[in-house]
């Protein structure tokens, strides 16, 4: 077998949104850079092509369904709608590939021929190998090196579930034909906007959650608020629930689930396991490199993304923080800072929004009402009915509810959560806000475009 060694400067294991970004960076700094990526499939990382934009995309497919469906509301007489989901997965089979492309283009542009696809592993703190598609193996040396591997769907150990066969949230997205009744497990992000999804192209849903409420990291009122929102759409809950086992028999995927103190059985046409991501690490090697990882096999790092071992980073959903985008994006931005632009950046007090793609949208930033109790903060909470926006009577879209969390000694906000029409834009002005350290009546009495979602935040905190 031919080896080839080549030493670099830098390099980057997994192309996903730090790392992506972080290569042309490093090369316009002058540093002889790689970037590995395992599969031409995966070029631009998880974002594009297996999580936010084509599960974004068909949410869209969705909910003009549901608009179709509910067009008399509107004095729009429509037929029935018919979901081809064939051509719902072929419109975001086009979204995902001009994506990839575009992602190719700019890193073959930026690394010439440094862009490697294969799969790469630890030999030393300082080496790698990668194993290439074609068989032969190349051997890469450089002076710092970046893990930006990214996760993949968990899934749990649950007797029977391997034999009778499960979908994630990354094969459902090749689902060509609608389910007669999917069963999702798992009642966070991902689940729930499989579910509302699902269930607006004409699938039966049940969801399964192991906890007392669905979003076990939301305030309890925020988390019914959600779950009634759903069951409008005809979504089923089973909360406190254990799965026991799992079979399939003919075309019926059969569930023992233990609820309280009683066993139940559940059958539907396909099954959705939705409980968690769980880290790319298992294939690195990293014992070669003495890279510290959690018992998760997520990787440890510092406040500025070191791992324990000098001159190795690990950005991204990989080092065990905020599974977002947009989280990726800020570990850039901080080994930017620290290693390019001379600065001294960190992970430390960042405000990290984030939002559940359902409709209406769930948004959030800061601390929850019980999180700032938890901290000991003093506060003030306010609460309003979306119906409260005229914004949302004008579009029919009066379901939800706006809540927010003020400190009383300073008046900043502390933390906001928005379930109504919009809320992943309006939060981004609630979230400025707090940035800016300014006190909660900057949004109270400034002068907010008549009649928009955003104007709901004079209402919101007028309430205060």
């Given at each position: 077998?031919?080896?080839?060694?080549?030493?670099?400067?830098?390099?980057?294991?997994?192309g996903?949104k730090?790392?992506?970004t972080?290569?042309?960076a490093?090369?316009?700094?002058g540093?002889?850079?790689?970037?590995v990526?395992?599969?031409?499939?995966?070029?631009?990382g998880?974002?594009?092509?297996?999580?936010c934009i084509?599960?974004?995309?068909?949410?869209?497919?969705?909910?003009?369904?549901n608009?179709?469906?509910n067009?008399?509301?509107?004095g729009?007489?429509?037929?029935?709608?018919?979901?081809?989901?064939?051509?719902?997965?072929?419109?975001?089979?086009?979204?995902?590939q001009?994506?990839?492309?575009?992602?190719?283009?700019?890193?073959?542009?930026?690394?010439?021929?440094?862009l490697?696809?294969?799969?790469?592993?630890?030999?030393?703190?300082?080496?790698?190998e990668?194993?290439?598609?074609?068989?032969?193996t190349?051997v890469?040396?450089?002076e710092?090196l970046?893990?930006n591997?990214?996760?993949?769907?968990?899934?749990?150990?649950?007797?029977?579930?391997?034999?009778?066969g499960f979908?994630?949230?990354?094969?459902?997205?090749?689902l060509?034909?609608?389910?007669?009744?999917?069963?999702?497990?798992?009642?966070?992000?991902?689940g729930?906007?499989?579910?509302?999804?699902?269930r607006r192209f004409?699938?039966g849903?049940t969801?399964?959650g192991?906890?007392e409420q669905?979003?076990?990291?939301?305030?309890?009122?925020?988390?019914?608020?959600?779950?009634?929102?759903?069951?409008?759409?005809?979504?089923?809950?089973?909360l406190?629930?254990?799965?026991?086992?799992?079979?399939?028999?003919?075309?019926?995927?059969?569930?023992?689930?233990?609820?309280a103190?009683?066993e139940?059985?559940?059958?539907?046409?396909?099954?959705?396991?939705?409980?968690?991501?769980?880290p790319n690490?298992?294939?690195?090697?990293?014992?070669a490199?003495?890279?510290?990882?959690?018992?998760?096999?997520?990787?440890?790092?510092?406040e500025?993304?070191e791992?324990n071992i000098?001159?190795?980073?690990?950005?991204g959903d990989?080092?065990g923080?905020?599974?977002?985008?947009?989280?990726?994006?800020?570990d850039?931005?901080?080994?930017?800072a620290?290693?390019?632009?001379?600065?001294n950046?960190s992970t430390?007090?960042?405000?990290?929004?984030?939002?559940?793609?359902?409709?209406?949208?769930?948004?959030?930033?800061?601390?929850?009402?019980?999180?700032?109790?938890?901290?000991?903060y003093?506060?003030?909470?306010?609460?309003?009915?979306?119906?409260a926006?005229?914004?949302?009577?004008?579009?029919?879209?009066?379901?939800?509810l706006?809540?927010?969390?003020?400190?009383t000694?300073?008046?900043?906000?502390l933390?906001?959560?928005?379930?109504c029409?919009?809320?992943?834009?309006v939060?981004?002005?609630?979230?400025?806000?707090?940035?800016?350290?300014?006190?909660?009546?900057?949004l109270?009495?400034?002068?907010?475009?008549?009649?928009?979602?955003t104007?709901?935040?004079?209402?919101?905190f007028?309430?205060?």
């Amino acid at each position: 077998m031919e080896v080839n060694t080549q030493h670099y400067d830098d390099i980057i294991i997994g192309g996903g949104k730090a790392g992506k970004t972080l290569a042309p960076a490093l090369v316009a700094d002058g540093r002889k850079t790689a970037l590995v990526e395992r599969s031409l499939n995966m070029i631009g990382g998880g974002c594009i092509n297996i999580a936010c934009i084509p599960t974004k995309t068909m949410v869209a497919s969705a909910n003009v369904a549901n608009t179709v469906r509910n067009s008399a509301a509107y004095g729009v007489k429509a037929n029935t709608p018919i979901v081809e989901l064939a051509e719902v997965i072929e419109r975001k089979r086009t979204v995902v590939q001009s994506a990839r492309e575009i992602n190719l283009h700019n890193l073959e542009t930026a690394l010439d021929n440094n862009l490697i696809i294969g799969e790469a592993r630890f030999v030393t703190p300082k080496t790698i190998e990668v194993t290439m598609a074609e068989g032969n193996t190349r051997v890469l040396t450089a002076e710092r090196l970046f893990v930006n591997t990214g996760t993949r769907p968990l899934i749990p150990s649950v007797p029977g579930l391997t034999e009778a066969g499960f979908l994630t949230s990354e094969s459902i997205m090749e689902l060509e034909y609608l389910p007669e009744h999917l069963i999702v497990l798992g009642s966070g992000y991902i689940g729930l906007e499989f579910a509302q999804m699902f269930r607006r192209f004409g699938s039966g849903v049940t969801v399964i959650g192991q906890s007392e409420q669905i979003l076990s990291q939301q305030d309890p009122d925020i988390a019914i608020a959600v779950q009634t929102l759903l069951e409008q759409d005809g979504i089923e809950f089973l909360l406190k629930a254990k799965v026991l086992r799992v079979a399939r028999t003919s075309n019926q995927t059969i569930l023992q689930i233990q609820v309280a103190d009683r066993e139940i059985t559940l059958q539907g046409s396909h099954l959705l396991v939705a409980v968690g991501r769980a880290p790319n690490t298992d294939s690195l090697n990293l014992a070669a490199a003495g890279v510290a990882t959690d018992t998760h096999g997520f990787i440890q790092v510092n406040e500025r993304l070191e791992t324990n071992i000098p001159g190795i980073w690990a950005l991204g959903d990989i080092n065990g923080g905020p599974q977002y985008t947009h989280i990726s994006l800020d570990d850039y931005r901080i080994i930017k800072a620290n290693l390019i632009d001379g600065g001294n950046r960190s992970t430390r007090d960042r405000l990290v929004p984030s939002c559940l793609f359902i409709d209406p949208e769930l948004a959030h930033v800061g601390l929850t009402e019980t999180e700032a109790q938890q901290q000991g903060y003093a506060i003030r909470v306010a609460k309003v009915d979306a119906s409260a926006v005229p914004r949302a009577k004008t579009l029919g879209q009066t379901d939800g509810l706006l809540k927010a969390i003020v400190d009383t000694d300073t008046g900043r906000i502390l933390g906001c959560s928005l379930l109504c029409h919009e809320a992943g834009e309006v939060i981004s002005t609630v979230q400025m806000v707090m940035q800016a350290q300014m006190p909660y009546t900057v949004l109270r009495d400034g002068i907010l475009t008549h009649p928009t979602m955003t104007e709901g935040l004079n209402i919101l905190f007028s309430k205060l």
